[in-house]
T-cell receptor, first 113, second 113 residues
Framework: GQNIDQPTEMTATEGAIVQINCTYQTSGFNGLFWYQQHAGEAPTFLSYNVLDGLEEKGRFSSFLSRSKGYSYLLLKELQMKDSASYLCAVRDWYGGSQGNLIFGKGTKLSVKP | DSGVTQTPKHLITATGQRVTLRCSPRSGDLSVYWYQQSLDQGLQFLIQYYNGEERAKGNILERFSAQQFPDLHSELNLSSLELGDSALYFC????????????FGPGTRLTVT
């Protein structure tokens, strides 16, 4: 079956670092994605990992371990505007070719002053 | 602004009715995806079109159907509506359908009463 798990909620302090974990079990794997979604708005793409290791993009980094079915999103120098839900998604294989995104339920991050 | 447009922004209708949601992808994007987001289920993939052809199906109910027109805009038709169909419906687009970044529209909030 398809299963993506991430914590429901997290709280962190402005200026700090927070790590949001995601574990997945899917029948196939063709990449792991992180999206940011502010309440009532559209998801926006943050990062993509297909090989093991760390991808860094400014204040955001994403890590993948395919053997462990594990990823994390690291947010540094937290700002109030980072308060949002963070969605982990895995792209599956479909009919022998690249599939579509399977999303976790999201982690709601609250950044406090 | 992602460049993906969706209409209407809000829709309130009664059980048993039928509605049509419309999506225009970013200029040049050939692939369109439809997602449903409810509070308890998270973001669920419904269906993907590429250049007018259905490419992949997710958890789309038989009461729901979609199509992509020659000008690449897409419509999602929801019929025999039930209370449980109340959700945010997002359309996303990507250039080729196999690239990794999807651009989400602002969504249509459907309320079934």
């Amino acid at each position: 079956g398809q299963n993506i798990d991430q914590p429901t909620e997290m709280t962190a302090t402005e200026g700090a670092i927070v790590q949001i974990n995601c574990t997945y079990q899917t029948s196939g794997f063709n990449g792991l994605f992180w999206y940011q979604q502010h309440a009532g708005e559209a998801p926006t793409f943050l990062s993509y990992n297909v090989l093991d290791g760390l991808e860094e993009k400014g204040r955001f980094s994403s890590f993948l371990s395919r053997s462990k079915g594990y990823s994390y999103l690291l947010l540094k120098e937290l700002q109030m505007k980072d308060s949002a839900s963070y969605l982990c998604a895995v792209r599956d294989w479909y009919g022998g070719s690249q599939g579509n995104l399977i999303f976790g339920k999201g982690t709601k991050l609250s950044v406090k002053p | 602004d992602s460049g993906v447009t969706q209409t209407p922004k809000h829709l309130i209708t009664a059980t048993g009715q039928r509605v049509t949601l419309r999506c225009s992808p970013r200029s040049g994007d050939l692939s369109v995806y439809w997602y449903q987001q409810s509070l308890d289920q998270g973001l669920q993939f419904l269906i993907q079109y590429y250049n007018g052809e259905e490419r992949a199906k997710g958890n789309i109910l038989e009461r729901f159907s979609a199509q992509q027109f020659p000008d690449l805009h897409s419509e999602l038709n929801l019929s025999s509506l039930e209370l449980g169909d109340s959700a945010l419906y997002f359309c996303a687009s990507s250039a080729t359908g196999t690239d990794y970044e999807q651009y989400f529209g602002p969504g249509t909030r459907l309320t079934v009463t």
